[in-house]
């Protein structure tokens, strides 16, 4: 398996291996064996997911003598609930879970983070081993141990920290993905490279063929990056406090046009393009970016398919749902901008008159 990568995530509470790579589901047998994992596999999986990648899987696991009972789940938001969750419980229950058991999710970021905090509190917590199939739950949602259910109040309100056991994301499974998610798992990638790593930003420029139809060495060698960044980021920052803060690139107004479209007319990474193309626009204005590397952001971002302005979103309600957000702290605004392509800094006193001019770049009048 030449094009499959695998590092170390070392989070304060635990210290777990990720394999990421065309195929890497393969392995997963073997890893569960070297990570420790003996008890039943309790595999939940994405109903959209389940029929193509499940049957093999299960047959491997099966092979190598391991005992795996599978659940579905409906694809889409909705499943996130505490409904979702409850059902979750009763079926380990009946099933007599035990506590060195492990759950699987195979699927994108709603059934990890459903899988995630039904594996956190179930007996008080089992093994959790997150097999991640949509571009952002590979690089973004299946790193960093934040999983949740949403409540009718709001998103992720109810969660938990919950380091996995092992991450196991097989870049194949992306050849089915629809190319709209695709892309808003790209904007992900791209903000890896913009606030840390010029090298992968420059790997995604010279690539961005290549990756478009996920020729597997650099789809490997650009995930696995992405995946790298976002663990060492989170390594530091296990509980959200300070530098992880810089994961939000794009999502001070990203928030705002996903809260003002009621999530439900844009991803959630095309909404953080958008947002990226007006934090690096207030870099510019600011005198702290240089405009050629806002343009090399916003170009890499079209080739990948992705939005950089949204005219069909009101820039008055984007405005008011920014105040809002829950990441204000007495309503004043954090703001990460770039300082160079691979550098950020945070800001949190930008002025209005700044905001509006980039709000109105990237968005409509209302
Ligand atoms: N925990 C975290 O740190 C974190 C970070 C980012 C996002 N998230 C969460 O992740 C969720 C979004 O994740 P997502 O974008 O993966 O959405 P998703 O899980 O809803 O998947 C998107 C769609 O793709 C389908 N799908 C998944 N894998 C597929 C494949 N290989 N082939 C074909 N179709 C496939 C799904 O059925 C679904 O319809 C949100 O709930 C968000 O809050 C969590």
Redesign the pocket.
């Given at each position: 398996m030449p094009d499959i990568r695998r590092f170390d995530v070392r989070a304060p509470s635990r210290t777990y291996p990720v394999v990421v790579g065309p195929g890497a589901l393969d392995e997963l047998p073997a890893l569960l064996r070297e990570t420790g994992v003996r008890g039943r596999l309790w595999l939940v999986a994405?109903a959209?997911?389940e029929r193509r990648y499940a049957p093999r899987l299960i047959e491997a696991l099966r092979e190598a003598g391991y005992l795996v009972e599978l659940q579905t789940v409906p694809?889409?938001?909705e499943s996130?609930s505490l409904a979702q969750a409850a059902a979750l419980y009763d079926w380990l229950l009946a099933g007599r879970v035990e506590r060195g058991d492990a759950l699987l999710a195979l699927?994108?970021?709603?059934?990890g983070?459903l899988g995630g905090f039904v594996a956190a509190t179930i007996l008080r917590g089992i093994a959790f081993v997150p097999l991640p199939?949509?571009l952002?739950?590979q690089v973004?949602?299946s790193i960093?141990g934040?999983?949740a259910v949403n409540h009718p109040r709001g998103?992720?309100l109810i969660g938990a920290f919950h380091q996995p056991r092992l991450v196991v994301a097989d870049t194949a499974?992306?050849a089915?993905?629809?190319p709209r998610?695709r892309a808003a798992g790209w904007a992900e990638v791209i903000k890896a490279g913009m606030i840390l790593d010029a090298e992968l930003f420059a790997l995604l420029e010279r690539e961005v063929e290549a990756l478009l139809r996920l020729a597997p060495a650099p789809t490997a060698a650009a995930i696995g990056r992405a995946m790298a960044l976002k663990a060492a980021v989170v390594s530091e920052d296990e509980q959200e406090s300070g530098r992880r803060a810089i994961l939000n690139y794009g999502h001070t107004v990203g928030h705002g046009i996903e809260a003002a479209t009621r999530y439900a007319r844009y991803l959630?990474g095309e909404a953080v393009a958008v947002g990226m193309v007006a934090a690096a626009s207030i870099a510019v204005e600011l005198g702290l970016l240089a405009p050629e590397a806002a343009e090399r952001q916003n170009a890499l971002l079209t080739r990948f398919g992705l939005p950089i302005q949204v005219p069909e979103a009101d820039a008055g309600a984007v405005r008011a749902a920014m105040t809002l957000d829950k990441k204000a702290v007495a309503g004043r605004l954090t703001w990460i901008l770039p300082t160079a392509i691979g550098r950020v800094t945070i800001c949190r006193d930008v002025p209005e008159v700044v905001v509006d001019r980039a709000l109105a770049r990237v968005l409509g009048p209302g």
């Amino acid at each position: 398996m030449p094009d499959i990568r695998r590092f170390d995530v070392r989070a304060p509470s635990r210290t777990y291996p990720v394999v990421v790579g065309p195929g890497a589901l393969d392995e997963l047998p073997a890893l569960l064996r070297e990570t420790g994992v003996r008890g039943r596999l309790w595999l939940v999986a994405d109903a959209a997911v389940e029929r193509r990648y499940a049957p093999r899987l299960i047959e491997a696991l099966r092979e190598a003598g391991y005992l795996v009972e599978l659940q579905t789940v409906p694809g889409g938001e909705e499943s996130k609930s505490l409904a979702q969750a409850a059902a979750l419980y009763d079926w380990l229950l009946a099933g007599r879970v035990e506590r060195g058991d492990a759950l699987l999710a195979l699927g994108g970021g709603v059934v990890g983070d459903l899988g995630g905090f039904v594996a956190a509190t179930i007996l008080r917590g089992i093994a959790f081993v997150p097999l991640p199939t949509t571009l952002l739950a590979q690089v973004d949602a299946s790193i960093g141990g934040k999983v949740a259910v949403n409540h009718p109040r709001g998103k992720n309100l109810i969660g938990a920290f919950h380091q996995p056991r092992l991450v196991v994301a097989d870049t194949a499974t992306l050849a089915s993905l629809p190319p709209r998610e695709r892309a808003a798992g790209w904007a992900e990638v791209i903000k890896a490279g913009m606030i840390l790593d010029a090298e992968l930003f420059a790997l995604l420029e010279r690539e961005v063929e290549a990756l478009l139809r996920l020729a597997p060495a650099p789809t490997a060698a650009a995930i696995g990056r992405a995946m790298a960044l976002k663990a060492a980021v989170v390594s530091e920052d296990e509980q959200e406090s300070g530098r992880r803060a810089i994961l939000n690139y794009g999502h001070t107004v990203g928030h705002g046009i996903e809260a003002a479209t009621r999530y439900a007319r844009y991803l959630h990474g095309e909404a953080v393009a958008v947002g990226m193309v007006a934090a690096a626009s207030i870099a510019v204005e600011l005198g702290l970016l240089a405009p050629e590397a806002a343009e090399r952001q916003n170009a890499l971002l079209t080739r990948f398919g992705l939005p950089i302005q949204v005219p069909e979103a009101d820039a008055g309600a984007v405005r008011a749902a920014m105040t809002l957000d829950k990441k204000a702290v007495a309503g004043r605004l954090t703001w990460i901008l770039p300082t160079a392509i691979g550098r950020v800094t945070i800001c949190r006193d930008v002025p209005e008159v700044v905001v509006d001019r980039a709000l109105a770049r990237v968005l409509g009048p209302g």
